[in-house]
Nanobody
Framework: QLRIVESGGGSVQPGESLRLSCTTS????????IGWFRQAPGKEREGVSC???????YNIDAVKGRFTVSRDDAKNTVYLQMNALKPEDTGVYYC???????????????????WGQGTRVTVST
């Protein structure tokens, strides 16, 4: 059974960086399409970044140039490097298995609707 755990959140000031980690048990990350999602206070959860089985990545426009998703198979971990953070990046961040990639491009749609506890990111002065 697949289990996913997120970590690395915290409170930072605008312009600072954080790196989130996503580790799995039951299935290794190199066999999964993984997406990062976030939910801001009072808002619906939205997809942010993803990485396909083949290693192709995608980021939504709001984070392009600031966020980078990567995978370390040796550590069985998917990372979300977040730079130049803005207050609007505040929220709880989740990683989850997403639907299979389409022609090598990952798609920010969760596969099972199963969410972990997430990790909280707060960006404020």
């Amino acid at each position: 059974q697949l289990r996913i755990v997120e970590s690395g959140g915290g409170s930072v000031q605008p312009g600072e960086s954080l790196r989130l980690s996503c580790t799995t048990s039951g299935v290794t990350v190199d066999r999964l399409d993984i997406g990062w999602f976030r939910q801001a206070p009072g808002k619906e959860r939205e997809g942010v970044s993803c990485i396909s089985l083949e290693g192709a990545t995608y980021n939504i426009d709001a984070v392009k140039g600031r966020f980078t998703v990567s995978r370390d198979d040796a550590k069985n971990t998917v990372y979300l490097q977040m730079n130049a953070l803005k207050p609007e990046d505040t929220g709880v961040y989740y990683c989850t298995q997403i639907v299979p990639s389409v022609r090598g491009t990952c798609v920010l749609v969760d596969l099972y609707g199963s969410w972990g506890q997430g990790t909280r990111v707060t960006v404020s002065t």
